[in-house]
């Protein structure tokens, strides 16, 4: 994934006409990392995004923007409109992600 670490890169990446993920998450975050222990897997099969990961301590305007008060948290955007937003109570396992993804096909 690649790491977001300015507006303008997040502007430009959510913007397109292309759905993305961006992975919110935090360096502190015991939950990001058990996350980190799976998420490899699923962002192989769900290719049809782009993946992103943004470091909320870094950017927290933007997460305050898009409503992300919990990490991980894994937000879907495309055309600059935030599609989806799976929030960290629900983002804890591989099957959590798995059926958030399923339910945005």
């Known amino acids: 994934m690649q790491g977001i ?3 303008d890169l997040f502007n430009e990446v959510t913007e ?3 759905p993305v993920i961006v992975k919110f998450t935090a360096d502190w975050c015991p939950d990001c990392r058990r996350m980190d ?3 490899d897997e ?3 099969e ?3 995004y782009k993946w ?3 470091n909320k301590d870094e950017l927290p305007e933007i997460a305050d923007q898009n ?3 919990g990490i991980p948290s894994l937000l879907i955007f495309k055309d600059g409109k935030k599609l989806a937003h799976l929030h960290s109570a629900h983002a804890k396992t591989p099957e ?3 059926s958030f993804l399923e339910e945005q096909k």
Do not use: P
Request: glycine share 4%.
């Open 37 to 39: 222990m799976f998420i």
């Open 96 to 98: 959590q992600v798995t």
């Open 5 to 7: 670490k300015n507006a």
């Open 16 to 18: 397109g006409n292309e």
């Open 52 to 54: 992103y990961t943004l």
């Open 67 to 69: 409503n992300v008060m």
């Open 46 to 48: 769900y290719n049809e």
């Open 42 to 44: 699923i962002v192989e």
